[in-house]
C-alpha cells in the first residue's frame, strides 16, 4: 500500500475539475483548485478546500503556464496534482517539471505522454507492438504541394491533421487535390495557433467509420487492464456529441482483440494510470489504431458506469502506487450507458457557441430512478453563473445507464426533457431529437452521422399528428387553468363573471386541431374532432416552466413558457408556440395576414459572437460563390466566411480586429 497523497492541486477548471474534487473528498484528500480572472466565481473554486489564482482570463495566460501552476503547487503545498483533460494534461513539459518539483503527477510516466503525444511516432510505435494501423504518410509535408502529391498517392479522401493536434483543431477532410492544398494550410494555421506547432501528416479517411476507443488502467508494477470499449461516432466537426458503453457494433472476439492490441501498445510503452486508445472500426469490423489519450477521457464516466469503477480513484491509487486490486477476469460490462454533452452552442445556427448567463440551471435529479435506471450529470456550472467566450462550451455531461440499450436511451429521452436550460443557446433540443431518432435507436452509428441524419443543420423537430395532439391536449390544458383562474377574478361586476368555454381550437406548427374540454375531478378530459377522446393530467401550475403531463397514463415531461398569447412549449426537440383560441376567434385569426422576415439576402452578418481577425475584399469587388471572404475567430476556432453566391461588395461595416455579437452586420452586398 503505497502512501496517500494529503492534497492534491487540480491543473484544471469546469465539470473535471468538479469531478476530481468529488473523488478527492471521497477517499478524504484535500485538494487545491486553480482559477483564472473568469473563474473567480466558478463551482470548482466553491467545491476545494482551497483556490490559488493563476492569472487573466484567456488559458494561455493561465490555466497552460507552467511556471503560474508550479506556483500555485508551492503555495498550497500540494503533493499530488490531477490535471484533468485538454490544458496540460498530455503536456511532457509539465509532467517533468513536477517530477523537479517533487510532486506527483496522477497520470502516466513522461516516456508515454511523449511518445503518444506525437501523432507520428505513436503510429510508429503502434505498428511494432502489433497494433493495426490505418495506411498514411509519416513523415512531416513541407508545402501544400507536397501534401496535394502524397494525398492522391494514399488515395482519397484523406485526413490533414496536426501532429499535435486534438479536439478537432487542425482537422481536415480532403477528398480531392485542391482540397488538399487548401485544407493543409488552414490545419497548419490553425494548428499554430492553437498548439504552437504547425507539423502537419496525411493519412487515409475510412469511409464508414466509427470512432470506438478502449479504456486501459494499468498501475505501476506492470498490471494493465482493460476496461470495454466507447462508442464515440456520434460526432460533429469531429467533436464528439453522445458516447455510450458498450458498442452497439462490437462483437465480444473483436472487442477482446481490440482490447488485447490497446494493452500490448500500454506495455509497449511502459504506461501506467489511465489510457485510451482510439481506433477507427469500419463496417466489415475492421480496426485500425488512430491514437493514444494518454490522460482522463472526457467521456469516462459510460465506462465507469458499465464497471462500477471510479476511474479517478484508480488514478490516484495508481500514482501513490498501489497495485490494481482486480484482474481482467474480474473486468465485467454491467448493462448500457449513455453519455450526452450538453453545450452552450446555438444548434439552430449551425452550432455555434452561445455565450451568456445561465438564467436557469436546473438539471434532472441524480441517482437510482424508479425503473432501476441511474443518472448522472457531471457539471462545472450553476445556475446564475456565467459561460465565458474563452473556454471550452461545455455546460454539462448528462448520462443515463439502463439494464440494456433500449432503457438506456429512454431514460436518456426522458433526463433531456426534465433539464431546463435558459439565457443561452444550447443543444438539448438536437440531443433529444437524436434520442427519437430510428436510426440512433436501431444503433447503426458511423461518424457521418450528424452530417447525414441532418443534411441542412439543425431546423428543431417538426411534431407529426401524434405529436401534435398530444402537445394540443398538452395546450388546451394549460389554457383550460388559465382560463379557470382568471374567471376566479374577485372584485368583477355579478353579472359579468366570465364564462369559461369548452370549444377549442389549438394551432400549432401548421396544425389546427379542434377540441373540447371538459373538467373532471381526476384532470381533464380532452376530445378531438374525430371522436377520440384522452385524459390530461398534470402538476403545471401558472409560474411553472416544466410540468409533468400524463396523457392517457403516459408521462410527458414538457416545458412550458406563456409567450404573450401563445403557450411555448418544448419536448422531445420539439420547440413550438400553440395558440388556443375560441373557434370563433381561430377562424378570424387565418385571415390575418402573415408577418415575413427582413431580407437579408443582401448581407454578411456575423454568425456568432467573435472578432473579426482578417476582411479580404473591399468595395467595388466581385466575390464568387464559395470565395474566403472574412475570418471570425471564436472560441479557439477559426471560421472562415464564405460568399454564398456571386456579388458585388457595396460596403464594408467594420474593420479586421472588430469584436462583433451574433448577427451584427460585416458587409453589404449590391
Known amino acids: 500500500m503505497g502512501n496517500m497523497f494529503k492534497k492534491i492541486l487540480i491543473a484544471n477548471r469546469g465539470e473535471i475539475a468538479c469531478r476530481v474534487i468529488r473523488t478527492a473528498k471521497k477517499l478524504g484528500i484535500a485538494t487545491a483548485a486553480v482559477y483564472s480572472d473568469a473563474d473567480r466565481d466558478a463551482m470548482h473554486v466553491r467545491m476545494a478546500d482551497e483556490a490559488v489564482h493563476i492569472g487573466p482570463s484567456p488559458s494561455s495566460q493561465s490555466y497552460i503556464v507552467i511556471e503560474n501552476i508550479l506556483a500555485a503547487i508551492r503555495r498550497s503545498g500540494a503533493d499530488a496534482v490531477h490535471p484533468g483533460y485538454g490544458f496540460l494534461s498530455e503536456n511532457p513539459a509539465f509532467a517533468e517539471a513536477l517530477e523537479k518539483e517533487g510532486v506527483t503527477f496522477i497520470g502516466p510516466p513522461v516516456g508515454a505522454i511523449e511518445a503518444m503525444g506525437d501523432k507520428i511516432t505513436s503510429k510508429k510505435l503502434a505498428a511494432e507492438a502489433g497494433v493495426s494501423t490505418v495506411p498514411g504518410h509519416m513523415g512531416l509535408i513541407e508545402d501544400a504541394d507536397e501534401a496535394a502529391r502524397i494525398a492522391a498517392e494514399i488515395g482519397f479522401p484523406v485526413m490533414i491533421k496536426a501532429s499535435a493536434g486534438g479536439g478537432g483543431k487542425g482537422m481536415r477532410i480532403a477528398w480531392n487535390e485542391r482540397e488538399a492544398r487548401e485544407g493543409f494550410q488552414s490545419s497548419k494555421n490553425e494548428a499554430k495557433s492553437s498548439f504552437g506547432d504547425d507539423r502537419i501528416f496525411i ?21 494493465i487492464v482493460y476496461l470495454g470499449e466507447r462508442e464515440c461516432s456520434i460526432q460533429r466537426r469531429n467533436q464528439k456529441v453522445i458516447e455510450e458503453a458498450p458498442s452497439p457494433f462490437l462483437d465480444e472476439k473483436t472487442r477482446r482483440a481490440m482490447g488485447e492490441q490497446a494493452v500490448a501498445l500500454a506495455k509497449a510503452v511502459g504506461y501506467h494510470s489511465a489510457g485510451t486508445v ?35 480513484e484508480q488514478m490516484i ?76 462550451p461545455m455546460i454539462a455531461k448528462l448520462c443515463t445507464w439502463g439494464p440494456d440499450r433500449p432503457t438506456a436511451v429512454r431514460a436518456m429521452a426522458d433526463a433531456l426533457d426534465a433539464f431546463e436550460v435558459e439565457g443561452i443557446g444550447h443543444n438539448l433540443p438536437f440531443l433529444s431529437a437524436v434520442m427519437q431518432q430510428d436510426r440512433f ?46 374567471s376566479r377574478i374577485s372584485g368583477t361586476i ?15 406548427d401548421g396544425h389546427d386541431i379542434q377540441i373540447t374540454c371538459e373538467a373532471s375531478a381526476d384532470g381533464t378530459y380532452v376530445r378531438f374532432a374525430d371522436g377520440t377522446s384522452v385524459s390530461v393530467a398534470t402538476d403545471w401550475a401558472p409560474g411553472r416552466t416544466r410540468a409533468a403531463f400524463n396523457i392517457d397514463n403516459q ?38 395576414p402573415k408577418k415575413l422576415p427582413p431580407d437579408t439576402s443582401k ?45 458585388i461588395v457595396k460596403r464594408v461595416a467594420i474593420e479586421a480586429g472588430a469584436s462583433l455579437a451574433v448577427d451584427e452586420l460585416i458587409m453589404e452586398f449590391e
Open 278 to 312: 482510439e481506433f477507427i472500426v469500419d463496417a466489415g469490423r475492421n480496426f485500425y489504431f488512430l491514437e493514444m489519450n494518454t490522460r482522463l477521457q472526457v467521456e469516462h464516466p459510460v465506462t465507469e458506469l458499465v464497471t462500477g469503477l471510479d476511474l479517478v
Open 603 to 647: 448581407m454578411l452578418l456575423c454568425p456568432m459572437p467573435g472578432v473579426v481577425t482578417s476582411i479580404s475584399v473591399k468595395p467595388g469587388d466581385t466575390v464568387e460563390a464559395g470565395q474566403a471572404i472574412a475570418v471570425v475567430e471564436a472560441m479557439k476556432m477559426e471560421n472562415i466566411l464564405r460568399a454564398e453566391k456571386r456579388a
Open 203 to 223: 493519412e487515409k479517411f475510412v469511409t464508414e467509420p466509427r470512432h470506438i476507443e478502449i479504456q486501459v488502467l494499468g498501475d505501476r508494477h506492470g498490471n
Open 317 to 392: 491509487r495508481v500514482a501513490a502506487g498501489e497495485k490494481l486490486a482486480f484482474t481482467q477476469k474480474d473486468v465485467k460490462l454491467d448493462g448500457w450507458a449513455i453519455e450526452s454533452r450538453l453545450y452552450a452552442e446555438d444548434p439552430y445556427r449551425n452550432f455555434l457557441p452561445s455565450i451568456g448567463r445561465l438564467t436557469r440551471y436546473r438539471p434532472p435529479e441524480e441517482g437510482v430512478r424508479a425503473g432501476g435506471t441511474v443518472i448522472r450529470n457531471d457539471t462545472g456550472v450553476c445556475e446564475g453563473g456565467e459561460i465565458s467566450m474563452y473556454y471550452d
Open 555 to 592: 408521462p410527458m415531461s414538457v416545458k412550458v413558457e406563456l409567450a404573450g398569447p401563445g403557450i411555448r412549449l418544448r419536448w422531445q426537440g420539439i420547440d413550438v408556440v400553440a395558440r388556443v383560441r375560441s373557434p370563433r376567434v381561430a377562424e378570424l385569426a387565418r385571415l390575418m
Open 441 to 486: 435507436r436501431e444503433g447503426r452509428l458511423t461518424t457521418a452521422y450528424i452530417a447525414e441524419e441532418f443534411k441542412d443543420g439543425f431546423q428543431g423537430v417538426a411534431p407529426d399528428e401524434t405529436s401534435a395532439r398530444k402537445l394540443a391536449a398538452v395546450a388546451a390544458t394549460v389554457n383550460q387553468t388559465l382560463q379557470e383562474r382568471a
Open 494 to 508: 355579478g353579472n359579468h363573471r366570465r364564462i369559461v368555454g369548452h370549444e377549442w381550437v389549438a394551432s400549432l
